[in-house]
């Protein structure tokens, strides 16, 4: 049986037997995911692919001091954040740098949507882009993590390195800020035309 037709969870436990090839077919995996996340954070997309590329070579090189995991793809995100914020605050103490969170919607989008409705569609993403960038950096991050990466409460919590509590919070208080302006916007909207 090939490595390919493995699932996360047989690849993680052959790659901590000893097999880079599994460790690289996880790369393969999840590569564009982690550089969408990267990229969340604000740096140039040749910094993310370094911090995906330093991830992969820790894992490679220290295999003997990683843990088993539930969830591959929540340990990869919370190492990535790890990596990027490390060296955010790097470049922090020389640039004076505050920027850890960019607000941008994902680089994907499903084409077809655009083609059916492009100006409605566009001009709503518009206005959803600008009503997030309203939003506080770590209630954008929680947003983020768990409508596009579909992690739950508690694998946010602990890439955030935050309590369960107050990733509800963060995302009750989002939910309810996006809805509350969304719907005053689109009354605004209404009320024009």
Known sequence: MSLYSYDDRQLWQTYLSGDNHALGIL????YRTLRRYGL??????????????DLFLELGQNRHRIN???????????????????????????LGNDQDWMPELPDYINAEALLIEKETLSDSLFQLKTLMETLPKREREVLYLRYYENLSVAEISEIMGINRQSVSNFLQKALSKLRTKWLVTMVLYLNIF
């Open 27 to 30: 790369a393969e995996r999840y």
């Open 40 to 53: 969340k954070f604000g740096v140039d997309a040749s910094v993310a692919e370094d911090c995906i590329q």
């Open 68 to 94: 088993d995991t539930n969830s591959v793809k929540f340990y990869l995100l919370k190492a990535l954040r790890n990596n990027v914020l490390q060296y955010l605050r790097y470049q922090q103490r020389f």
